[in-house]
């Protein structure tokens, strides 16, 4: 993906979190944005342990500041982590985070003992996924039928499946699209800017209904607004969204995911741990974009879970949103 295009994303996402300084890695590459200054760990004895090896080090670096170590989130909650500061997050370009990089590599040793990961950085989960949005959704004009067009079946209330999509909320005007008829949710919070412009990604979650309902006409959408007008949300409070969205209803048939990060590791984020923990003593299956500019590099939030036989509680999506086509006949169908 161009440069260019990356950095694009990155000043509408930053837009959209002007209270929290954002820097992009891993170290001078480009491949994902995070919080600026900050390490996610998880809560408790781990929480105690990665801050004071990180305290230590910097105590033993001349130029590193350890006054700056310290809990900046909750002792404990449900998501099962909380953030450390480790850094000025006003020191720097967007491509410098030395006290991230230094604390990370600070808990490497005790990492390799403890046999798993103990530290990560506090990314940013959005529904561009690699920074590079696909161009759907296209309007159709007046005088052409949507695409994907609707499946001809029919809807039944005894047997439709529940579709919880968690992504920006529903626009006003929903409704008058015929095949959302059995879709609810939350209203998006603020569709334009000052001057009267649609924000970026305004009607995302609106779409992704829209393709759910054309290509799986018997299901019982709901739509929640979990992510902020840029589509983004801190992966520290990403397993707190997903918690909220599931409490709210209830555990859905398929959880429509389209958010989510690359983190130049397998093995998922840390934030949704938790979730992806009590995911898998449900019957819902998870339908995760794996992001839209066809890269290698594997995005999150899960890595594909370990499940019991006849288990299968978490679907990647289509790698390009450019290349994959909804097959009509499930409503577990998977999307960039």
Same mark, same amino acid.
């Given at each position: 993906?161009?440069?260019?295009?990356?950095?694009?994303?990155?000043?509408?996402?930053?837009?959209?979190?002007?209270?929290?300084?954002?820097?992009?890695?891993?170290?001078?590459?480009?491949?994902?944005?995070?919080?600026? $200054? *900050?390490?996610?760990? +998880?809560? %408790?004895?781990?929480?105690?342990?990665?801050?004071? &090896?990180? =305290? @230590?080090?910097?105590? !033993?670096?001349?130029?590193?500041?350890?006054?700056?170590?310290?809990?900046?989130?909750?002792?404990?909650?449900?998501? $099962? *982590?909380?953030?450390? +500061?480790? %850094?000025?997050?006003?020191?720097?370009?967007?491509? &410098?985070? =030395? @006290?991230?990089?230094? !604390?990370?590599?600070?808990?490497?040793?005790?990492?390799?003992?403890?046999?798993?990961?103990?530290?990560?950085?506090?990314? *940013?989960?959005?529904?561009?996924?690699?920074?590079?949005?696909?161009?759907?959704?296209?309007?159709?004009?007046?005088?052409?039928?949507?695409?994907?067009?609707?499946?001809?079946?029919?809807?039944?209330?005894?047997?439709?499946?529940?579709?919880?999509?968690?992504?920006?909320?529903?626009?006003?005007?929903?409704?008058?699209?015929?095949?959302?008829?059995?879709?609810?949710?939350?209203?998006?919070?603020?569709?334009?800017?000052?001057?009267?412009?649609?924000?970026?990604?305004?009607?995302?979650?609106?779409?992704?209904?829209?393709?759910?309902?054309?290509?799986?006409?018997?299901?019982?959408?709901?739509?929640?607004?979990?992510?902020?007008?840029?589509?983004?949300?801190?992966?520290?409070?990403?397993?707190?969204?997903?918690?909220?969205?599931?409490?709210?209803?209830?555990?859905?048939?398929?959880?429509?995911?389209?958010?989510?990060?690359?983190?130049?590791?397998?093995?998922?984020?840390?934030?949704?741990?938790?979730?992806?923990?009590?995911?898998?003593?449900?019957?819902?299956?998870?339908?995760?974009?794996?992001?839209?500019?066809?890269?290698?590099?594997?995005?999150?939030?899960?890595?594909?879970?370990?499940?019991?036989?006849?288990?299968?509680?978490?679907?990647?999506?289509?790698?390009?949103?450019?290349?994959?086509?909804?097959?009509?006949?499930?409503?577990?169908?998977?999307?960039?």
């Amino acid at each position: 993906m161009a440069p260019q295009r990356f950095h694009e994303q990155f000043d509408q996402i930053q837009r959209s979190m002007p209270d929290v300084p954002l820097a992009t890695g891993p170290d001078d590459s480009a491949e994902f944005m995070y919080e600026k $200054g *900050v390490v996610l760990v +998880r809560d %408790g004895e781990e929480a105690r342990i990665v801050e004071d &090896t990180v =305290r @230590a080090h910097f105590t !033993a670096a001349p130029d590193l500041d350890q006054g700056q170590v310290r809990r900046a989130g909750p002792q404990a909650n449900r998501s $099962g *982590v909380t953030r450390i +500061r480790v %850094g000025d997050p006003g020191e720097g370009s967007r491509g &410098t985070d =030395r @006290a991230v990089a230094q !604390a990370l590599r600070a808990v490497h040793e005790r990492e390799a003992r403890a046999g798993h990961r103990m530290v990560a950085r506090n990314h *940013v989960v959005h529904i561009a996924v690699n920074a590079c949005p696909g161009d759907e959704p296209v309007p159709v004009p007046v005088s052409e039928p949507p695409n994907p067009a609707a499946a001809d079946t029919a809807y039944d209330p005894d047997r439709a499946v529940g579709v919880l999509v968690v992504d920006t909320g529903l626009t006003h005007d929903y409704r008058s699209c015929a095949l959302l008829a059995h879709t609810d949710g939350d209203a998006q919070v603020q569709e334009c800017d000052e001057q009267g412009i649609l924000q970026q990604y305004v009607g995302h979650g609106t779409f992704i209904a829209g393709l759910v309902a054309a290509v799986a006409p018997s299901t019982d959408i709901t739509v929640r607004g979990s992510l902020n007008d840029a589509g983004a949300v801190l992966e520290s409070e990403f397993g707190e969204k997903l918690f909220e969205a599931v409490d709210a209803g209830g555990w859905p048939d398929v959880l429509s995911l389209s958010a989510g990060t690359s983190n130049g590791r397998t093995d998922g984020l840390l934030g949704v741990e938790n979730f992806m923990r009590e995911l898998r003593e449900q019957r819902t299956l998870l339908v995760a974009a794996a992001g839209n500019n066809g890269s290698a590099p594997p995005s999150g939030p899960p890595p594909t879970p370990t499940c019991p036989a006849g288990r299968t509680p978490c679907c990647p999506s289509a790698p390009c949103a450019a290349t994959a086509s909804p097959a009509p006949a499930s409503p577990t169908t998977a999307h960039g």
